[in-house]
Nanobody, 124 residues
Framework: QVQLVESGGGLVQAGGSLSLSCAAS????????MCWFRQAPGKEREFVAA????????IYGDAVKGRFTISRDNAENAVTLQMNNLKPEDTAVYYC?????????????????WGQGTQVTVSS
């Protein structure tokens, strides 16, 4: 089973930037797509971004379009989420996940492997 470990969360002021990384290990040959979701206290898990493992195609949630970028780090077998112009409403625990099929979707239940999450806090 694919193992995913997120890193890079922290505290940042509104308007600032953070970069999250999700390192994949074990059976990475089985990965078809990767994604990021986030969950704020008292709210449902929200789709952030997803991409094919090859890096050819990506989709974004409406709340982050134009501010966040998902990309593949081939050397590290990882996926990065670059977050710019952060807002207090971006505060959440960010999770990465993977699925075997290369069809990228925004539905959490279709992703089979999940990391433990990393906290992002944006102060106003």
């Amino acid at each position: 089973q694919v193992q995913l470990v997120e890193s890079g969360g922290g505290l940042v002021q509104a308007g600032g930037s953070l970069s999250l990384s999700c390192a994949a290990s074990r059976r990475t040959f089985s990965i078809g797509a990767m994604c990021w979701f986030r969950q704020a206290p008292g709210k449902e898990r929200e789709f952030v971004a997803a991409m094919t493992w090859s890096g050819e195609r990506a989709i974004y949630g409406d709340a982050v379009k134009g501010r966040f970028t998902i990309s593949r780090d081939n050397a590290e077998n990882a996926v990065t989420l670059q977050m710019n112009n952060l807002k207090p409403e971006d505060t959440a625990v960010y999770y990465c996940a993977s699925k075997g099929s290369g069809i990228i979707v925004s539905v959490a239940t279709l992703y089979t492997n999940w990391g433990q999450g990393t906290q992002v806090t944006v102060s106003s």
